[in-house]
């Protein structure tokens, strides 16, 4: 294996950082010494580096596939930054452009090159990587092969010819949302059986999750955001149309926001998407079933507006906000209509096999949901990381809901579905217990039954809640296939029957809820606030000059960092985490000044003593 040395010395003059996280150093290790790997590491943990530093220490070119655009160009944009030759070659290159890519790589000017992988597995595109010494196959987003994965693309299938066509050219494939049944998909149809197989875990601690059950969701969207004017986020809302309303509102309320989806023309999509990475709008509304692919670090919240489909997507989803390890928001606003919508999407589908795939997943996003549980602990379980205490970070460990005894009304509703011949959805029955004269009801004569109106003291909202628990902990079941009807399960007979007593959660008040995530906005103090923001509008100025997004000169929690440390000089600048060489000799002086000038209220313009210290 390679110098652990060495391996360092690239880690801190080339990225800036002073130590690896586990696994890194021995996944780095063992590909530069040309094995195979597979990695699992949750998004933020720190993939790209398990690649990008055997690519500086192995001879050759490194491929990185990757399925996004906007991702490769991040990359690569924060790859040049720290001083290395990388590139990429996709459809939003000209003729020309992609002439000097092409130029480079056979001039061995390049040590990495993002493709997609449609060009990657092109006759033409293989025939130039033989005839050249390739160091590496790094495979990102590797969840994409497999039928199993929540975001499957057949491009990716054909990847499993690289072990074929290369055989000595180690290969590593990497993903951060990949439950056991995808892992072992991935590792057979990639054909790296012999691979070393490493799981990082799942867990972003500094993520604070909070599902709030959905009953004014903009206004309960607006109060969230009230604190976080200042902040960038995603909103992920379930269809084009909601999107562009949600952004629209958001706007019309003094928030900036723009909207993001497939539907809109490739210019405007550009738009928003660097507006965004560079800080000229903080808030983008998008489709969850559209990957923004942003490798965006300074994310502090991400809001799902209506329910993903899949734990891998909400994971994944939420695993953009927080890149940077700052303490980051995670809201989802459910639902049972969602889950109504989500199902019609899933099932209109000619492929049997995929929908009851998906199927499968979207009741366990519902589970998640609808869990009295830590969430982090069901999050996580899910992907096999069982942990045994819960997190002290997420909305039921902080906010844990009131238990009571709820055997007479679950005996009440599990009576009513019986009554009313396990046939009809969670709201006729709510209007059947609550004694509802409704057309429908009469029609059916439902008024006659005799569950009418036993539950009339008891308010919809909270028969909703009762209900979901009640299908939750498997006393109904809800079958979609004929419009949510709800049915008894076996275990409904012992309650019916007054065996056992039924514990549930009490509803939560949604408007306190909303007060205590509100409270929570602003994240790590433990720096000098007014600095931050002083170093913040000097990055924002540096990066528009260069036209970067503001996080590719240096992220927040580099600046966090400087404005609790407050360097100096170049050598304590040096100990900031993500201060590499490379960027060090070129920020280093006006970060160093603009500090001084902070500490010693120097007037803007004039020189420093920091800056005459400073030696390039």
Request: hydrophobic residues 40%; contains cysteine.
């Amino acid at each position: 294996m390679s110098d652990p040395a060495t391996i360092h010395q690239t880690l801190k003059t080339i990225f800036g950082f002073h130590e690896f996280r586990a696994p890194q150093q021995e996944v780095i290790e063992r590909v530069v010494a040309g094995e195979d790997v597979f990695l699992v590491m949750p998004t933020g943990g720190g993939k790209s580096l398990c690649y990008q530093i055997p690519a500086l220490h192995r001879e050759g070119l490194t491929i990185v596939v990757s399925p996004l655009i906007a991702l490769m160009k991040d990359q690569v944009d924060g790859l040049v930054a720290n001083g290395v030759r990388a590139a990429f070659l996709n459809s939003s290159l000209t003729a020309a452009e992609a002439g000097r890519v092409f130029q480079q790589m056979d001039a061995g000017a390049l040590d990495l090159l993002y493709v997609a992988p449609e060009r990657l597995m092109m006759t033409d595109f293989l025939e130039r990587l033989a005839s050249h010494k390739m160091a590496l196959f790094a495979i990102d987003e590797a969840h994409c092969i497999s039928q199993w994965g929540h975001d499957f693309r057949p491009e990716y299938t054909q990847l499993g010819r690289l072990r074929e066509l290369f055989p000595d050219v180690p290969l590593i494939a990497m993903t951060a949302t990949a439950d056991p049944e995808t892992r072992k998909d991935i590792i057979r149809q990639l054909g790296i059986e012999h691979a070393s197989v490493y799981v990082a875990g799942f867990d972003r601690p500094n993520i604070t999750y909070t599902v709030m059950p959905k009953q004014k969701p903009f206004v309960q969207l607006g109060s969230f955001l009230a604190g976080r004017r200042s902040e960038a986020g995603i909103v992920y809302a379930l269809s084009r149309k909601r999107v562009e309303q949600v952004a629209e509102r958001l706007q019309a309320a003094g928030f900036s926001a723009a909207a993001y989806h497939a539907g809109l023309a490739d210019d405007e999509r550009k738009r928003v998407q660097e507006a965004f990475q560079r800080d000229d709008i903080r808030i983008v509304v998008a489709t969850v079933a559209f990957g923004m692919g942003i490798d965006k670090s300074n994310v502090r919240f991400v809001v799902h507006y209506d329910m993903p489909k899949s734990v891998e997507s909400y994971y994944q989803e939420t695993g953009r906000a927080g890149r940077d390890g700052l303490p980051s928001e995670a809201l989802m606003l459910f639902g049972m209509g969602d889950v109504m919508t989500a199902r019609k999407l899933v099932e209109n589908s000619d492929n049997a096999e995929r929908v009851r795939i998906e199927l499968q997943k979207l009741n366990a996003m519902v589970a998640y949901a609808e869990a009295l549980t830590c969430r982090r602990r069901a999050l996580l379980s899910y992907f096999g990381d069982q942990r045994e205490h819960d997190c002290g970070n997420c909305d039921i460990c902080t906010d844990p809901p009131e238990r009571f005894d709820a055997t007479e009304q679950a005996r009440k509703a599990l009576s009513c579905v019986y009554r009313v011949g396990e046939r009809f959805g969670m709201m006729h029955v709510i209007e059947v217990l609550r004694g509802s004269k409704n057309q429908r009801v009469l029609d059916l004569k439902h008024d006659r039954l005799s569950t009418w109106g036993i539950g009339s003291g008891t308010a919809a909202a909270e028969w909703e809640n009762i209900f979901r628990q009640l299908i939750h902990l498997g006393y109904l079941v809800q079958d979609f296939t004929r419009f949510g009807a709800l049915g008894l399960s076996a275990a409904a007979r012992p309650v019916l029957k007054g065996e056992i007593p039924v514990t549930l959660g009490r509803p939560r008040d949604v408007v306190k809820a909303i007060e205590r995530v509100k409270k929570r906005a602003g994240g790590r103090k433990d720096y000098d606030q007014a600095l931050f923001e002083v170093l913040r509008a000097l990055r924002k100025q540096i990066a528009d000059a260069a036209s970067v997004p503001p996080f590719v000169v240096f992220s927040d929690a580099t600046l966090a960092d400087m404005a609790s440390q407050m360097p100096g000089d170049a050598y304590e600048l040096r100990q900031v985490s993500g201060v590499g060489e490379h960027k060090l000799n070129r920020y280093g002086r006006a970060f160093l000044e603009a500090i001084h000038e902070y500490r010693y209220s120097i007037a803007p313009g004039e020189r420093s003593d920091s800056a005459e210290r400073y030696t390039d």
